[in-house]
């Protein structure tokens, strides 16, 4: 197993441990593959948010020692990413960045500046990316983001896609075996949304888009919201979307 595999599968493995840190404002500074380890190093806003976090670390897995280093301290990041120097500082590398040879620090950057840039920025940049040439097709990024989601993040983005495509394509049939386990609801459920494969939300995302393009603006504002979830895109889509994160005009 390549080192690349590896740390694909121990983020995998921690998953909700990302989440936890994403919900309870924990800013990842890092996120590495060290000594065959999972690294984290992150910044949490207080001593109740770190508990959180390391409760969710002794959920996962209560041996975490075996395959998981997690270095999270209390206060401002360490790498200074919340000021808006340290912002311009990090973007500036990727004003003419190409998805194709990405910087290397893309993941160390873009978890460095992920929480103190404007969401709407991100949202922007987010749906740039979903429509540029130059990233994989807006199915493929929403299966990879849905295959890394949790069951409230995976019913979220499902209820809006099924909402573009609106009630008719449901009770038409149009979904084939899909249509048959949302049972023509377009709301889901965590638990309903856990049944529910990538290839299957990669389908959907792609009618959906050809159905009402609208969509592509809402996944954006919607993954906006899970901002250490965006780095399951790969390196290549976050240099794109950092290069649409630098301000014009700087």
Do not use: C
């Not at 996120?31 to 109740?48: F, N, T, V």
């Not at 206060?75 to 200074?80: A, E, F, I, K």
């Not at 040439?133 to 949790?150: R, V």
């Amino acid at each position: 197993m390549s080192q690349n595999q590896r740390l694909q599968e121990l983020k995998q493995k921690y998953s909700a441990v990302l989440t936890a840190m994403d919900q309870h404002g924990v800013e990842l500074n890092q996120i590495d593959l060290q000594d065959g380890k999972l690294l984290l190093q992150g910044a949490a806003p207080s001593e109740q948010a770190k508990n959180r976090v390391w409760d969710q670390i002794k959920a996962v897995n209560p041996e975490w020692s075996e395959d998981l280093i997690a270095d999270i301290t209390i206060g401002p990041s360490s790498m200074g990413g919340t000021r808006e120097g340290g912002l311009l500082d990090i973007l500036r590398q990727y004003r003419d960045a190409s998805p194709a040879a990405p910087p290397v620090s893309v993941e160390r950057d873009y978890s460095a500046i992920a929480r103190s840039v404007p969401r709407e920025s991100l949202a922007s940049g987010l749906t740039d990316a979903f429509r540029s040439n130059e990233t994989p097709s807006f199915g493929n990024m929403i299966g990879s983001l849905f295959g890394n989601s949790n069951g409230q993040q995976r019913a979220g983005i499902l209820t809006q896609l099924l909402g573009a495509l609106g009630p008719g394509m449901l009770a038409s049939g149009g979904l084939g075996s899909l249509g048959g386990l949302l049972r023509g609801s377009t709301h889901i459920s965590p638990e309903q949304a856990e049944r529910i494969s990538p290839q299957d939300v990669q389908d959907l995302a792609e009618r959906a888009e050809k159905h009402n393009p609208s969509i592509v603006d809402q996944a954006g504002e919607f993954y906006s919201q899970h901002p250490t979830l965006v780095q399951a895109l790969g390196v290549g889509s976050l240099a794109y979307i950092m290069s649409r994160l630098y301000p014009k005009g700087s």
